[in-house]
């Protein structure tokens, strides 16, 4: 019995039909890029956020990148963020020309280390940028807190849905950053983002970043870029939104059943903090013998994977800024011994109780 990580065909075959339908609207309307259904998904998402404004855009990354132009980085200007998350983040710091700041992560969270952002603050800070990390959002009160009049951007790819203290991506910081990708919990049928924020002047900011700098036909205020939202994907994505809060709850609960199942073993299962809600976009587990388990996965045709091998301040593009092996032992450690399970909405019972006993037949 083959079990994938992630299985898109079971999402995709109970609504179907209304995909078809949204996506045969798009071809008859034959308005293929910044159409109505690209409005209408801003404000959709940003009524689900419980936020002012939502400007669409060509993906995940390009989200983050447009918010930190809008609240201000410019080349040259430091960003604090985490050592641990997708190439992405850091990346998008980069591409503007700033330099991203890393900061130790939380052992039970992964995420952001809170008590330790204060010290990587100096002159050049001009944005901090969370990751709210597998679906569980950042503790927000006490980074807000710590970030006093600087700016703060968080990267919420994965924690669509998720709450922190019952407040939203996107309700704490100047801007929160999504992505559609469509391994997230919710994804398009390609590459997709999106900038939620209440602030008028940065949600101006990122519409006309993401048109090429464009005020208006011709005239360009900035320098810009192609950065937009195709109304195919906006479609499917409304139909999706509709059924995202019960997706996240079934992945809830099969979250729960594993946490059960693992209960006095060597795995060290998720710990959601008390003020989260969780929406589990990854199971993530942490086993002493990571790829051993991996592979005997692999062997009984069982789907995992590694989010991620290789902490952000050691990836070969930033050797430059000079970090070293020990530098950020949390996230090593997370590199070296965590691995995502199938944790997807549809996942069966049947599938669960099997993937929890090839684990156990691999980890003492």
């Not at 603050?121 to 990751?131: C, D, F, G, Y």
Request: contains cysteine.
């Amino acid at each position: 019995m083959e079990i994938p990580l992630l299985d898109l065909k079971r999402q995709l075959k109970p609504i179907r039909s209304e995909i078809d339908i949204a996506i045969a609207h798009v071809l008859d309307s034959c308005q293929f890029i910044m159409g109505p259904d690209v409005a209408a998904l801003e404000s959709e998402i940003a009524s689900f956020c419980s936020v002012s404004h939502g400007v669409g855009c060509a993906s995940g990354s390009d989200a983050i990148m447009l918010a930190l132009r809008a609240v201000g980085v410019k080349p040259g200007d430091e960003v604090v963020t985490t050592a641990y998350s997708f190439y992405a983040t850091a990346g998008s710091i980069w591409h503007i020309g700033a330099k991203p700041v890393f900061v130790y992560i939380d052992p039970d969270t992964y995420n952001i280390d809170i008590t330790k952002i204060a010290s990587r603050i100096n002159s050049r800070t001009k944005a901090i940028l969370p990751v709210h990390l597998f679906g569980q959002m950042a503790d927000m009160d006490a980074l807000m807190d710590v970030a006093g009049s600087i700016p703060v951007v968080e990267d919420s790819a994965q924690s669509l849905g998720a709450k922190w203290n019952g407040r939203s991506p996107g309700e704490y910081s100047q801007a929160a950053c999504l992505s559609f990708f469509p391994s997230k919990n919710l994804g398009c049928i390609g590459d997709g983002g999106l900038v939620v924020t209440n602030s008028s002047d940065i949600a101006h900011k990122v519409h006309v970043l993401r048109s090429h700098g464009a005020v208006k036909t011709y005239e360009h205020s900035t320098v810009g870029y192609n950065s937009r939202l195709d109304s195919i994907h906006a479609a499917v994505l409304r139909v999706k939104l509709k059924y995202l809060n019960n997706w996240a709850t079934k992945r809830k609960a099969n979250a729960e059943y594993y946490n059960r199942a693992f209960e006095n073993t060597n795995i060290k299962t998720p710990v959601v903090h008390p003020n989260a809600y969780s929406v589990f976009n990854q199971y993530v587990i942490q086993v002493d013998n990571r790829d051993e388990l991996r592979q005997y996965l692999s062997e009984k045709q069982i789907g995992s994977s590694v989010y991620y091998p290789i902490p952000l301040p050691h990836q070969p593009c930033f050797a430059s800024l000079g970090y070293n092996t020990g530098d950020f032992p949390i996230a090593e450690q997370a590199a070296q011994k965590s691995l995502a399970l199938p944790v997807f909405p549809e996942l069966k019972q049947s599938e669960m109780d099997r993937i929890i006993s090839v684990i156990m037949d691999c980890v003492q």
